[in-house]
């Protein structure tokens, strides 16, 4: 397969959601054309088996369209709840107290079994624990191994099986389960680009998601805990890439404490050279509606200007009743942040210095030398994907046209901002490089007869990490004009 169609409008990528809204091949299609530059199967829902079908028809797009797809399999990882009741449901009294313990009889308005030995391990006098979403919020007076006694902060009513946060404390729990290792295993066996690890609340949550990986996929640490904040720069350097996960965060944590969080967490992963998705209520309101609120429209526009690689639909592509019209929007707001003129001087707010090496020096140089000579894209040679992340790293004012000999590092490269990744075979020369950058070029439309493009690549060619060579050329007609 080599792969031709021109690249996206813009640089950002639209992450979508798959659910019952979207699940078949007919809308699958239909979202990528309206947009869709990677696909997120969530782990949490559904059996592993009805996920076959639809990962069969994101990679059946390739051949259709003549481009990679990305499928990013999402784990549910630990998910901590509250017994049941006597009578179904509760009513917890604004300054009453509360018992949670081990016993598992079905609960009352003073007490509920919490199944979690973890917790009462862990947590002190002082902390919270908020059920249902933070809608009730409990206080610690006292606890044993077998009770944690509680002043009722906020109460209302809890029903059986609630979910419940614990933000004030690092719980003793690995962010895998038994079903997030079978999970893993199957979607490795799928053959996804991505898994992305729910719960992570230290660097070293990563290390077993890691080792079952080996390499076959990239692996993605959604930031959703507090804990995950403190340590947030080793996080991100031990993973490939990162989500920030407004959900659970704002569940955790005061709303008003997310907006800065999520610039902190974005600066962070891009100026380490990480792929950074911002995620959830995106637009919220298009789950019923087919047009967004201005609030939202702003939200994700914030996001563009911050300089994310990735803006992510959940419940708007997943379940609701306008998938197409979502991710159309994600698409049109891109364009239109894009094309502000002031939009590239407010994405390089974020300062990335370049590490002291050849190749981050070049792809420092690359972003320079297209600025100044007015130079038309950038084209990447890679194998691993890492000469690609470099440069996009600097967000260059020009698209970046990847070829690469690996299948799996173009797909891999859909959440990777400004990317456009094109499967091809490797080239055995420096005539040959310069050669294919010209016909590629031409062929995806990113250049045309009398354009300047960049090209960057490694020699000796096939070796992984060795990116040293930076050659700018023009095009005209079937010739190439050097000028390095």
């Not at 719960?199 to 990563?206: G, H």
């Not at 920030?244 to 967490?265: C, H, S």
């Not at 007015?374 to 004012?397: H, K, N």
């Not at 859909?414 to 031409?442: C, I, N, Q, Y």
Request: aromatic share 4%.
């Amino acid at each position: 397969m080599t792969t031709a169609i021109a690249p996206r409008p813009r640089k950002v990528r639209v992450l979508a959601t798959l659910g019952p809204a979207s699940n078949s091949p007919e809308m699958i299609a239909t979202l990528f054309q309206a947009g869709a530059d990677a696909f997120r199967v969530n782990m949490s829902h559904g059996d592993q088996q009805s996920k076959v079908a639809v990962i069969q028809a994101i990679r059946a797009l390739e051949e259709k369209f003549e481009r990679p797809t990305t499928i990013l399999a999402d784990l549910q990882g630990p998910k901590l709840r509250v017994g049941k009741f006597k009578d179904g449901k509760v009513v917890l009294p604004h300054g009453g107290t509360f018992v949670l313990d081990r016993d598992p009889t079905p609960g009352d308005a003073t007490r509920v079994e919490l199944p979690h030995r973890e917790i009462f391990e862990a947590i002190e006098p002082g902390a919270r624990l908020l059920l249902d979403d933070g809608k009730l919020v409990l206080r610690v007076t006292d606890h044993g191994p077998d009770r944690i006694e509680c002043n009722i902060e906020v109460g209302g009513p809890l029903s059986n099986n609630k979910g419940l946060n614990v933000p004030d404390v690092v719980l003793p729990m690995a962010a895998l389960t038994e079903k997030d290792r079978s999970d893993l295993s199957w979607a490795i066996e799928q053959g996804v680009d991505w898994i992305a690890l729910s719960f992570v609340q230290r660097p070293e949550d990563l290390a077993e998601a890691r080792k079952l990986i080996g390499g076959k996929a990239a692996l993605l640490a959604k930031i959703e805990k507090p804990a995950a904040i403190d340590r947030l720069e080793e996080i991100v350097e031990m993973c490939d890439g990162v989500m920030v996960a407004r959900g659970d965060l704002g569940v955790e944590m005061p709303p008003q404490m997310v907006p800065p969080l999520q610039k902190r967490i974005v600066e962070t992963s891009r100026r380490l050279g990480r792929p950074v998705v911002v995620a959830t209520q995106m637009l919220e309101s298009m789950i019923t509606s087919p047009s967004p609120t201005r609030a939202e429209v702003s939200d994700v526009a914030t996001a563009i200007y911050d300089g994310a690689d990735a803006i992510m639909l959940s419940a708007e592509s997943a379940a609701g009743d306008w998938p197409v019209e979502a991710v159309s929007m994600m698409n049109a707001i891109g364009v239109s942040v894009e094309g502000d003129p002031m939009h590239g001087d407010r994405i390089h707010f974020t300062v990335t210095r370049p590490d002291p090496t050849t190749a981050d020096a070049i792809a420092e140089a690359a972003k320079s030398i297209a600025r100044t000579t007015s130079a038309t894209a950038i084209i990447c040679f890679t194998t691993s994907g890492s000469t690609a992340r470099r440069v996009a790293r600097e967000r260059p004012p020009v698209p970046i046209l990847v070829l690469t000999p690996s299948k799996d590092t173009a797909r891999r490269l859909g959440l990777l901002w400004g990317t456009h990744a094109v499967f091809t075979r490797d080239v055995e020369s420096f005539e040959d490089m310069v050669g294919k950058a010209k016909r590629m070029a031409l062929r995806t439309g990113i250049a045309k007869a009398g354009d300047r493009v960049i090209v960057m690549a490694g020699v000796p060619f096939r070796t992984p990490g060795s990116t040293n060579v930076l050659h700018v050329v023009r095009i005209i007609g079937d010739e190439l004009k050097d000028y390095s």
